[in-house]
């Protein structure tokens, strides 16, 4: 006993070394009396309009019966980009890469903003161990245009990366992040007055465009001791001619409708799909869900992100887009499906099937419903559970 103890005790303590920096740091002093003005802080946590719900044993269950799918059989297939084409603007004034999972590079109307980048191998703070990506960043850092603002919408691993940070820090002009996220990057030698730390809409202007913070459904934490200390957003980035919008991850909720009118429509919305589950109901939309939010908040046009890059569920890594698109159908939305890396401009490119054909289950057989909603309409619920024809 006394020597499996002893073995644990090592096992935590190189737990704790290698991932030590990456953890980040909690606010404190000053910093941390601007999280307790914000009416979301209370008793030291952030809070949600509406609380997330958990079925862990429920979860744990399923867990047996996840997809064998889950994981690309061959490096799927991305564009690689040697950022050439960035020295041009868009024709049409607004122009987006997705690199994959939540990371994307927008221009919109002269400015150039980066969300939450993640170069890093893996979506952990451990180098050894967690999520590894897919495939390489389709665009390098090297090869990245110069840019006007990083936004990131929290501070889990798949959002923000710690070597990334490192490695835009000396770079980039402005961090837009939410409250108590600063800390961290303070901590990995962001300069403070580069951080700009947001509350739920709060509007900072970047270059051309402004930015505004906007709520989620959601929570933070880099480690056990630190949940929720941070705040979660989504961000809509308004331009003289465009508008943007990012949802960050997000349960559905009613303050999509607040966001659409206050700000919407949008030219596009950027929406997470992926790493859903019936089980954890209020912590992602699920494709369902996020095609009834983009309508929540006027968007033109959807691109399906969240997914295509890291295993962070039990559904095929297919799933989200294919339910996304069968969805679309109910309300003839138009969706972008960029290979990982291809820059396009909203309205304008047309798409083609890049993904293979794998086994995925339909809503019908898996459905994502956010708990503690009382206004959808029987279409909407139709939809989530399934229960519409969606057509060919």
Request: proline letters at 7%; zero cysteines; glycine letters at 8%.
């Amino acid at each position: 006993m006394l020597y499996v103890l002893i073995s644990l005790a090592i096992i935590t303590l190189v737990l704790i070394a290698n991932g030590w920096v990456r953890f980040g740091k909690k606010a404190e002093g000053t910093d941390r009396q601007a999280l307790r003005a914000s009416s979301r802080f209370k008793k030291g946590k952030f809070r949600n309009q509406l609380p997330l719900k958990n079925y862990t044993l429920r979860s744990i269950r399923d867990g047996f019966f996840a997809s064998a799918h889950r994981k690309p059989n061959e490096t799927p297939p991305f564009v690689s980009n040697d950022g050439k084409v960035y020295l041009s603007p868009p024709a049409s004034g607004l122009r987006v890469t997705w690199l994959g999972h939540s990371t994307m590079l927008l221009e919109i109307d002269g400015a150039t903003v980066l969300l939450d980048p993640v170069w890093g191998e893996r979506a952990s703070p451990f180098s050894w161990m967690g999520p590894r990506r897919w495939y390489e960043s389709p665009l390098s850092l090297e090869d990245l245009p110069q840019v006007d603002a990083v936004l990131v919408s929290h501070d889990h691993y798949d959002h923000l990366n710690h070597e990334t940070i490192v490695a835009l820090k000396d770079r980039v002009p402005v961090f837009v992040v939410p409250l108590g996220v600063g800390s961290h990057l303070r901590y990995w030698g962001v300069p403070r007055d580069k951080i700009v730390e947001v509350d739920w809409w709060q509007e900072v202007q970047v270059a051309d465009v402004n930015v505004v913070a906007t709520p989620a459904r959601h929570a933070s934490g880099r480690h056990l001791m630190d949940l929720d200390s941070t705040l979660w957003a989504g961000f809509a980035v308004l331009g003289s001619r465009h508008r943007v919008y990012y949802s960050g991850d997000t349960g559905l909720f009613p303050g999509f409708k607040e966001i659409g009118e206050r700000l919407g429509p949008f030219d596009l919305a950027m929406i997470e799909t992926g790493a859903y589950n019936r089980n954890w109901p209020d912590w992602h939309l699920g494709p369902e869900q996020a095609v009834i939010a983009n309508d929540w908040v006027k968007g033109k046009q959807l691109l399906p992100i969240h997914w295509g890059l890291f295993d962070l569920s039990f559904h095929s890594w297919t799933e989200p887009v294919e339910r996304v698109l069968a969805a679309s159908a109910y309300y003839n939305l138009s969706v972008a499906t960029p290979r990982p890396g291809e820059v396009f401009e909203p309205g304008v490119t047309t798409f083609e099937k890049w993904w293979p054909d794998v086994p995925w289950q339909e809503a019908a057989e898996h459905h994502v419903s956010s708990s503690l909603l009382t206004d959808l309409t029987d279409g909407e619920l139709a939809l989530i559970r399934g229960e519409v024809s969606l057509g060919p």
